[in-house]
């Protein structure tokens, strides 16, 4: 991109900001090419090249100003591409995005200084809408049955175990009652939505939707009794598995408050009022049930 000087001397401390801003555009152009290579279909991978020549275009104009040539930050891209792979390009590339959006308040404050920096804002502005194009990912289409499945085992399971904790006290028997309980619910979960999807025709394949949500119900299920499986103490084990819960909540909400552009702590928020609530009246019932049956394990 042809760049004409502005004759302006740059000082020297806005030249180390403005190199940021260099490095970070480069590092860019190279996260969104790898991206597009790891993408299949081909309307996206265009995307995604078309925003890394931006990049690399804006990379340029900064150059034109600094006199230098950046580098990538190698870390930061092979951070990005990891994520991508495991989470999701569109994940990967909202997470970038988000990033951004700092970066182009802190462009505002050259306006007036340097030339093209409004071309570059608006560009940075347009890159925001064109991801929110991008959401045809089989992970995000099925993200619902994901929820399904999460949501359910953290409310129901996190309340079965603190029942079954104060009932049985003895943390193989609880372990061994919660994942038959566990697998017998991701199953009926998993059933239940391939035939509401079988019903609904809304264009997601049911036996995948169904393996969505029976897997999420199982991966929940098992990171939450295997604290009972390695510690000898019924109460701990359903502390540290209560506060599992509240792990798998954190990690899943800003998976989809990124993925989605939805809002982080109201959500959060409320699953976990919702999880630890029936947890706690569980754990009453537990309590109740083992004093009126005499129940001692």
Known sequence: MPV????KEIPAQLKAIIYRFQRDEVTEYQIYRMLAKAVRDPHNASVLLRMADQELGHSRIWEHYTGKVAGPAVARVWFYYIIARLLGYTFAAKLMENRESSAIQDYGTFVGKIPEVEGIIAEEEQHEMEILGMLEEDRLRYVGSIVLGLNDALVEFTGSLAGFTFALQDTTVIAAVGCIMGVAAALSMASSEYLSQKADQTGREPAKAALYTGGAYIFTVFLLVVPFLLMGNPFSALVVSLITAVAIIVCFTFYTSVAGGLPFWR???????????????????????????????
């Open 267 to 297: 959500r959060f928020l409320e699953m976990v009022a919702i999880s630890l609530g029936i947890a706690g009246v569980s754990f009453l019932i537990g309590l109740l049930i083992r004093g009126l049956f005499n129940v001692d394990v």
């Open 4 to 7: 004409e000087k502005t004759g």
